[in-house]
């Protein structure tokens, strides 16, 4: 194991509508933009920043690899923990969310929803089930 390598900081995502994006960020999952410029913004989490860059200006990060577009699929799924994954489910709802799947009970012990923001990045919500006793 290398040693160091035990927590994630940042996660960037490659966009090819700033605001749109941002304004996601935003509104719906109610981050505050702790930085920002013409190619990117900067929202943060509790534990991490989620880097917003435009997918244009995201070259040089992943060279000799060019930055996929959204109709390549899925390449990544943050999962976000929840209380209550059918209120959640509800709230994105209301807030227009393309929702993917959901709310289904998994069986690795986790009631999910995937959704994805406008650029098409893919996320989930995921709450703990109870135990059976």
Do not use: C
């Not at 700033?18 to 913004?41: C, I, N, P, W």
Request: proline share 5%.
């Amino acid at each position: 194991m290398i040693k160091g390598l035990n927590k994630v900081e940042v996660i960037t995502l490659f966009v090819e509508d700033l605001a749109a994006t941002r304004a996601f960020y935003e509104k719906v999952f109610g981050l505050e933009v702790v930085y920002s410029d013409e190619a990117s913004a900067v929202v943060r989490l509790e534990n991490l920043m989620i880097n917003i860059l435009r997918a244009d200006r995201a070259g040089t990060l992943v060279e000799p690899r060019p930055v996929a577009g959204p109709e390549s699929g899925a390449r990544l799924l943050p999962t976000i923990a929840v209380e209550d994954a059918n209120a959640v489910y509800e709230e994105l709802k209301q807030h227009g969310v393309t929702i993917l799947n959901g709310p289904v009970d998994r069986p690795w012990g986790r009631r999910t929803v995937a959704f994805t923001d406008p650029a098409g990045n893919v996320w989930e919500i995921a709450q703990i089930l109870s135990q059976a006793s």
